[in-house]
């Protein structure tokens, strides 16, 4: 495992935004507790509570990192209740995050999963907070892994299972496909559940995406050409179909979040 003098990497993925003093607060816990450690902001702009748009960043980022990378992630909007806090070590990274389903799609990228619960007390800071178990916990834990002052199995005992988010794939019913909306990226751009090797079709037969009352009929390979102002959808860089708009907001236009559900119907 990585010692201080290698300067070990982390990541870090909230929904903090960056105007408040949460961020930088729980860098000062890593850095007070490994110094040395090299520290990557993936977002702090996941919407707040958003748990399933939290699922997709951490999922689309982590694997481009390296081995022994340290993933702190937190959208935790049960902070202070019963749920669990947990260290994931997958594809030789660890993930310390809550036991709310936000790893959901990390699990499902990387089956052979070890689970342990964050329970080991002498590893947090003093005085834990009920709101803030980002600086209390994941950060100061992440700290402590950084710097070699503790390894994972001392973090607290193993775990069989975790919580995972429902509906996260597609199903098939009454001759159409049943999926939701990960997430919305800066430009309004609308990433599906329907994953684009699922449905290569779409780049070139009949089909209708309907969401939030909008139909979407047209497929496009880049927003260059595709007509302003005409939904349509696309292989994005997510590996997920996406939908929107040439210059525009899609996500605005059709009033659509994170967890909005869409149906696909093929051939028609």
Not at 107 to 133: C, D, M, Q, V, W
């Amino acid at each position: 495992m990585p010692n201080s003098a290698e300067q070990p990497l982390i990541t870090l993925t909230t929904d903090f935004g960056q105007s408040d003093h949460y961020v930088g607060t729980m860098k000062g816990v890593i850095l007070s507790r490994c110094p040395s450690a090299r520290i990557v902001d993936l977002s702090h702009q996941v919407p707040a509570f958003s748990i399933l748009a939290g699922a997709y960043t951490i999922d689309q980022a982590a694997h481009y990192f390296p081995p022994e990378t340290i993933h702190v992630v937190v959208v935790d909007p049960g902070v202070g209740t019963s749920r669990k806090a947990l260290l994931v070590e997958a594809n030789a990274m660890r993930f310390v995050a809550p036991d709310n389903g936000v790893l959901s799609l990390v699990a499902g990228r990387y089956p052979n999963l070890a689970i342990r619960e964050l329970a080991n007390k002498e590893l947090f800071l003093p005085g834990i907070s009920a709101t803030f178990h980002g600086r209390d916990i994941f950060a100061a834990v992440a700290g402590a892994l950084a710097a070699g002052r503790a390894e994972s199995q001392d973090v607290g005992p193993e775990l069989q299972l975790m919580e995972l988010l429902p509906a996260l794939h597609a199903e098939f019913e009454h001759g159409s496909w049943h999926g939701i909306v990960l997430s919305v990226d800066h430009f309004g751009n609308i990433i599906t559940n329907l994953r684009s090797s699922a449905f290569e079709s779409v780049a070139n037969q009949r089909f209708q995406i309907s969401i939030n009352g909008v139909a979407i009929d047209s497929f496009y390979p880049t927003f260059g050409a595709a007509p302003s102002g005409v939904g349509f959808a696309y292989f994005g860089s997510s590996g997920y179909i996406e939908l929107g708009m040439n210059q525009a907001s899609a996500a605005a236009q059709w009033d659509v979040t994170s967890g909005t559900p869409l149906t696909l119907t093929l051939g028609r």
